[in-house]
Structures are given as C-alpha cells and as structure tokens.
C-alpha cells in the first residue's frame, strides 16, 4: 500500500498517460488504407530539408554556412512539428 502525498513519479507518469484519454490516433485516408498522420508529418519535414539543402546550394550559402546537414534536419524537424501542431492539433 501507498502512504503519503505522491510523488514526482507518479506525476510524471499521469503527464504521460494523459495522451491515453484520446478515443482516436489522428489518422489520413489515402489510396484505400489509413495511414497514421506522423507519416504525413515526417515526409513534409524531409521535403522541407532537402528543398533547404537546394536552396542553399542554388544561391551559394553553402560555401558559408558550416554544419549543412544538421541545419537541413532542424529546419524538417521544425517543419513537421509545426505541421503536426497546427494541421492534426497535437
């Protein structure tokens, strides 16, 4: 048995269950199948890194900016939480 108030593992815990409470996953109806609306968000955010990547090739910054690769994933990461954000509400 438990004694005492609860501690930061159980608020932890309840900070992750609280997603559990959805009755359904975000998902996308495409060619016959449902897809989960991550995928969606993902391939945005791979688009969004290599136009970034043809961007910076096109108009020269890559021979100035250092750390192209890690700046092309930050710039898709960001765009696929925001499209996750604002498109699916999570």
Do not use: H, I, K, N
């Not at 108009?59 to 925001?82: D, F, I, K």
Request: with cysteine; net charge positive; aromatic share 12%.
């Amino acid at each position: 048995m438990l004694y005492g108030p609860p501690g930061p593992a159980w608020a932890g815990l309840a900070v992750c269950l609280g997603a559990c409470a959805e009755t359904q996953s975000p998902s996308l109806y495409f060619a016959g199948a449902y897809f989960p609306a991550w995928m969606l968000c993902a391939g945005l955010g791979v688009l969004v890194g290599l136009l970034a990547r043809a961007l910076m090739l096109a108009t020269g910054l890559a021979e100035r900016l250092p750390l192209q690769l890690w700046l092309c994933s930050a710039l898709g990461l960001l765009a696929a939480l925001a499209a996750a954000r604002y498109g699916f509400d999570r």
